[in-house]
């Protein structure tokens, strides 16, 4: 239920709808698509950054593809070993509406730690080279701007734009409607990355409820870390155990993973 517009524009990349929500609070909607919703956004961004986080042991430069509304870097500089997070978003409007009506996910833009890139993230991948230890691609769907987001090429310009040791990962939308766009990205991330693997959580504002995440890492296993590499961490999500049992897959969402491209 939509109780009021905030602001509506075409920009020069897509549609943004910023609405007020009875259920969810302020919700951004990109081309027709949910993005983030003050309610439940701290799901999509704590698990995003934090599992490529405590997997890595000593994350100092991160990259963030997309991320317009703020979230992810917000989770990213919870970090101490962070020392930069770059993000490149291609729509400056969207980060300018996040700032405006999604204070409490946008607060981190103005932290020194933070360097906004307004540009294109699939060109930016093409000009780094051994530059980061961990690359979120927090893009949106496959469509428009994103369109090359999900392509092989990309996938191998991420492994030369992170360091010898690095990890990714990318949101990969859902096992229910875009299985295909899984078994491509897995087979895709296998193919380039020595440990590669799936891993879920549940978004009430995304199709279906359950979403995807897909992780390339050259070195270490988000399965197999030290117990000292968790800290305490100011979550409403993401905890430990959950780190873990995310990885654990229904079966038709395995089998998508074992299936050829
Ligand atoms: N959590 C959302 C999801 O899973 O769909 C994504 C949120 S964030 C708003 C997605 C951002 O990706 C948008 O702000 C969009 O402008 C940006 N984006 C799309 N294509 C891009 C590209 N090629 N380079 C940089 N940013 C891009």
Redesign the pocket.
């Known amino acids: 239920k939509i109780n009021k517009t905030l602001h509506i524009e075409k ?1 020069d ?2 549609q943004l709808d910023m609405i007020e929500t009875d259920e969810f609070g302020n919700m ?1 909607v ?1 081309d027709g ?4 919703s003050e309610r439940d ?1 701290f799901v ?2 704590e698990m ?1 950054a934090h599992v490529p986080l405590f997997t890595h042991p000593n994350p100092q430069k991160v990259l963030v ?5 703020g ?2 870097i917000r989770e990213v500089l919870k970090h101490p070993n962070v020392q930069k997070v770059v993000q ?4 400056g409007k ?2 300018e509406y ?1 700032k405006q009506y999604l204070p409490h996910i946008s607060f981190e833009y103005d932290n020194p730690r933070t360097e906004l890139i307004i ?6 991948i093409l000009e780094s080279t051994d530059e980061y230890d961990v690359i979120l691609v ?4 496959p469509v ?6 999900f392509t092989k090429g990309f996938y191998s310009g991420i492994s030369n734009a992170l360091k010898e040791d690095g990890i990714f990962v990318a ?1 990969t ?1 859902n096992p229910w409607f875009k299985g295909d766009l899984i078994r491509k990205a897995i087979h895709d991330t296998k193919e380039i990355f020595p440990v590669s693997k799936l891993y879920t959580c549940n ?1 009430p504002t ?1 199709p279906s409820g359950m ?1 995807t995440f897909t992780l390339g890492s050259k070195k270490y296993d988000p399965l197999n870390m030290p117990d000292s590499r968790f800290f305490e961490l100011d979550t409403k999500y993401y905890t430990k155990e959950l780190h873990y049992a995310s990885f654990v897959l229904p079966k038709f969402v395995q089998e998508l993973c074992e299936e050829k491209k």
């Open positions: 920009t990349f897509q951004l990109l698509m949910v993005m983030t956004e999509y961004h995003i593809v997309g991320g317009g509304d979230g992810t490149v978003e291609i729509d969207v980060v996040s540009g294109d993230g699939f060109m930016h927090d893009s949106t769907e428009g701007p994103a369109a090359n987001l949101q939308d978004i995304y979403w």
